[in-house]
């Protein structure tokens, strides 16, 4: 009897053990509010938005202690919208926003395998836009993160430890085409430092056009600097970009990288020559943060589609968890352009949007 009762604890103090080295968490957002669009084609539009800010999510996420600073590491998210409870994607793909598997060193960096963000987007989130990439003054309106810019399924991604405030990644997503290895493929890369008040980083991206059938469609180029510096009381925001080729300039709500769109009643299409930049502020007002951008768009085409925008917009933290926000954004457009003022979560369809909401993180 004694001996089975040490058996026992002995099992039960080895399962704890490996319990306590493994660990899966669920978070999520739920991100819901008013968007007052204007100036389209078919008129003004009001609306019950889900995800101006973040988009609405639910995630799962876990690592597993392998032990000698390794860890196993796995992550599933998928979007959803608020307003009607539906998936947040139109192919219906449960896990559309992260998929993906790996293995974490602490000395070595990270590999992970499976549906993922670009380096290009993430440098431009966490970097370059005071916006972080949300709200009615979103970066995605005229810079080139529509589409296979955001994520890339089929992507193994290595991401550097931090040496002495410098990180890396380096992106490869397979195209999958048989018998042809460069087709559809796309490669990705980032550099950055960080130290202290400093934030600087550079991106590049290739997608490559090309299908198991048409073998001319091209390559598209995209090279991206973006910094910000905290002064305390204010913090200063850049970024600039350089897009040429087939496919460098997807429009944010197109079909694809090639589709035009009748955004104002007219045939518009991607510029396949053209350079953004962005300059932008936060600053700490009362219990929240005031953000604040502009934008231009310059379209090196002979159409010159030149198009700029300004946005303000301020978040008020309730809690550490909830808080509310309001925005404003207005596009200016040039010979034909037809960019839209979008959301985190949408593309727009006017060129000029308001959103006053709230958003719960868990």
Not at 74 to 97: A, H, W
Not at 237 to 247: E, L, M
Not at 349 to 362: I, L
């Amino acid at each position: 009897m004694k001996k089975s009762l040490i058996a026992i604890a002995v099992l039960a103090a080895t399962s704890s053990a490996a319990f306590a080295q493994s660990n899966v968490t669920i978070y999520g957002i739920v991100d819901a509010g008013i968007t007052a669009e204007r100036g389209g084609a078919a008129g003004n539009v009001s609306k019950v938005t889900s995800g101006a800010a973040s988009a609405s999510r639910i995630g799962f996420k876990g690592t597993e202690d392998l032990g000698g600073g390794l860890s196993a590491i796995f992550k599933l998210e998928t979007g959803v919208k608020i307003d009607d409870g539906t998936l947040d994607n139109s192919t219906s793909t449960l896990f559309n926003r992260e998929a993906y598997v790996g293995l974490s060193s602490k000395t070595a960096g990270t590999l992970t395998l499976g549906r993922q963000y670009t380096p290009y987007y993430e440098t431009l989130r966490d970097v370059g836009d005071p916006f972080a990439m949300g709200y009615a003054g979103t970066a995605k309106n005229l810079f080139p993160v529509a589409s296979y810019m955001t994520r890339n399924s089929n992507a193994v991604v290595y991401k550097t430890p931090n040496l002495s405030g410098f990180t890396g990644a380096v992106s490869y997503s397979l195209g999958e085409q048989a018998g042809d290895a460069s087709s559809a493929r796309q490669v990705g890369g980032s550099l950055a430092y960080g130290n202290g008040p400093l934030n600087v980083a550079v991106a590049y991206n290739m997608k490559n056009n090309d299908t198991a059938t048409v073998k001319t469609a091209g390559v598209g180029h995209n090279t991206l600097v973006a910094a910000n510096y905290d002064f305390k009381v204010v913090k200063v925001f850049g970024a600039w970009s350089k897009d040429s080729g087939q496919g460098s300039a997807p429009i944010n709500g197109a079909a694809s990288a090639t589709a035009t769109t009748n955004v104002f009643g007219y045939v518009f299409a991607q510029s396949q020559d053209s350079r953004d930049a962005l300059i932008g502020v936060t600053a700490p007002l009362g219990n929240g943060t005031l953000m604040a951008s502009y934008i231009d768009k310059d379209d090196k085409e002979v159409a010159n589609r030149d198009a700029s925008q300004w946005a303000i917009g301020y978040n008020y933290a309730l809690s550490k968890r909830t808080s509310t926000y309001v925005a404003y954004a207005k596009i200016k457009n040039k010979n034909g352009a037809g960019y839209t003022v979008g959301n985190n979560t949408e593309a727009g369809t006017g060129d000029k949007a308001f959103n006053v909401g709230v958003k719960h993180s868990f």
